[in-house]
């Protein structure tokens, strides 16, 4: 079993900036994908971009393209979004996700088998 915690999230204005971690209780070179995923209130879960293993495959959706950028650091068991430009339809609950199958997993949910419990990101306009 492989735990992801979330952190990092909270209120910010319209134009700021969050950086968001997930922490994984085991070693990240051992989950070939990390990703991340957000959902708003009242809507489905959206795939926000992924990272591969080594790192240098990434992805991301049309709607964060150019505004978030993953990164992973396995020494540290950890990946990271970081979001500038934020827009107040960027609030939702992210969730961090882990895929111990697909080196290049997503943008499918399915791909991924460990989740995390989210962290909330507020941003007002």
């Known amino acids: 079993q492989v735990y992801l915690v979330e952190s990092g999230g909270g209120l910010v204005q319209a134009g700021g900036s969050l950086r968001l971690s997930c922490a994984a209780s085991r070693r990240t070179n051992s989950l070939y994908t990390m990703g991340w995923f957000r959902q708003a209130p009242g809507k489905e879960s959206e795939f926000v971009g992924r990272?591969?293993?080594?790192?240098?495959?990434?992805l991301y959706a049309d709607s964060v393209k150019g505004r978030f950028t993953i990164s992973r650091d396995n020494a540290k068991n950890t990946v990271y979004l970081q979001m500038i430009g934020l827009k107040p339809e960027d609030t939702a609950v992210y969730y961090c996700a882990a895929s111990s199958t697909y080196y290049n997993a997503g943008p499918s949910g399915t791909d991924f088998n460990y989740w995390g419990q989210g962290t909330q990101v507020t941003v007002s306009s």
């Open positions: 990272i591969g293993w080594s790192g240098g495959t990434t």
